[in-house]
Nanobody
Framework: VQLQASGGGLVQAGGSLRLSCAASGRTFRRYVMGWFRQAPGKEREFVAT?????????YADSVKGRFSISRDNAKRNTVYLQMNSLKPEDTAVYYCAAGETGQGMGVNDYDYWGQGTQVTVSS
């Protein structure tokens, strides 16, 4: 599967952005989907994950209550990350990823990665 992330940009603290990740192929609904982020000088970290059906989600503590992951298996083969109440510490390159096994929070739990989209939150 190939992944294409989009929707990043520059936003003021307290603002919102919605990231999208479009997947190619007809087997999108078989994959667990996740979002990760990587700030300069830091390791890539888990943000959110969504089961193949979308019924099960999990979030990093730092984004709980502010971010929401969802997916459209029927029409668009796309996973979304709605980000509200953004903070300067959310600034990073955001990556979407697809996994063939169970939901996980580790980089090694995912098999396919998108190219990343930059999110910058100004104070």
């Amino acid at each position: 599967v190939q992944l294409q992330a989009s929707g990043g940009g520059l936003v003021q603290a307290g603002g919102s952005l919605r990231l999208s990740c479009a997947a190619s192929g007809r087997t999108f609904r078989r994959y667990v989907m996740g979002w990760f982020r990587q700030a300069p000088g830091k390791e890539r970290e888990f943000v959110a994950t969504n089961s193949w059906s979308g019924a099960s989600t999990d979030y990093a503590d730092s984004v709980k209550g502010r971010f929401s992951i969802s997916r459209d298996n029927a029409k668009r083969n796309t996973v979304y990350l709605q980000m509200n109440s953004l903070k300067p510490e959310d600034t990073a390159v955001y990556y979407c990823a697809a996994g063939e096994t169970g939901q996980g929070m580790g980089v090694n739990d995912y098999d396919y990665w998108g190219q990343g989209t930059q999110v910058t939150v100004s104070s």
